[in-house]
T-cell receptor, first 113, second 119 residues
Framework: QKEVEQNSGPLSVPEGAIASLNCTYS??????FFWYRQYSGKSPELIMF????GDKEDGRFTAQLNKASQYVSLLIRDSQPSDSATYLC?????????????FGAGTILRVKS | GAVVSQHPSRVICKSGTSVKIECRSL??????MFWYRQFPKQSLMLMAT?????????EQGVEKDKFLINHASLTLSTLTVTSAHPEDSSFYIC???????????????FGSGTQLSVL
């Protein structure tokens, strides 16, 4: 079982719609979760992080976490063509030598105008 | 915001040569830096965790003698791909963790990446 799993997509949504991106993780002890956006040939940029169960909103973005189900999602409201990118879910995993961020394979989002 | 400079951004080399990639935190100290590799259309795979003044911790399956990591100061970590082969061609990305934020990855800043092409 992969540590972090995402549907690779592509997920296509029309401009102005809500895009819903999902992620599951295997380490029940994980405490912090991140969503990154990555454009082709570029390094990832952090969109949001979430630690507690429930929703966390930041502008058009809402992260949702359900630790019991080991599930984290990202909602993008009023999707814009500029939101088209690969979205990476990342989970912080604590190891004996420190912590490491494990990434999912990413979901390609395409917002059509 | 914090800046991590990664250099070079792109390198093309012949098979058998060695390539050094630098990762610098420009305006903060980074006790820990991470090196990732990303193949086309795949996710970032952690290669190793680099701690200032000590040996790097490599992930399973990553050859420590091939991918040499040096973290000699609080602002600089280097990754040297020794005797590079075409299968080493990939996008290499570093990230730096701001000192004092152990375990808190929102203080993790990424470099711009290095595209390595081995002919």
């Amino acid at each position: 079982q992969k540590e972090v799993e995402q549907n690779s997509g592509p997920l296509s949504v029309p401009e102005g719609a809500i895009a819903s991106l999902n992620c599951t993780y295997s380490d029940r002890g994980s405490q912090s979760f991140f969503w990154y956006r990555q454009y082709s040939g570029k390094s990832p940029e952090l969109i949001m992080f979430i630690y507690s169960n429930g929703d966390k909103e930041d502008g058009r973005f809402t992260a949702q976490l359900n630790k019991a189900s080991q599930y984290v999602s990202l909602l993008i409201r009023d999707s814009q063509p500029s939101d088209s990118a690969t979205y990476l879910c990342a989970v912080n995993i604590i190891k004996e030598y420190g912590n490491k961020l494990v990434f999912g394979a990413g979901t390609i989002l395409r917002v059509k105008s | 915001g914090a800046v991590v400079s990664q250099h070079p951004s792109r390198v093309i080399c012949k098979s058998g040569t060695s390539v050094k990639i630098e990762c610098r935190s420009l305006d903060f100290q980074a006790t820990t830096m991470f090196w990732y590799r990303q193949f086309p259309k795949q996710s970032l795979m952690l290669m190793a965790t680099s701690n200032e003044g000590s040996k790097a911790t490599y992930e399973q399956g990553v050859e420590k003698d091939k991918f040499l990591i040096n973290h000699a100061s609080l602002t600089l970590s280097t990754l040297t791909v020794t005797s590079a082969h075409p299968e080493d061609s990939s996008f290499y990305i570093c990230s730096a963790q701001r000192t004092g934020y152990f375990g808190v990855n929102e203080k993790l800043f990424f470099g711009s990446g290095t595209q390595l092409s081995v002919l």
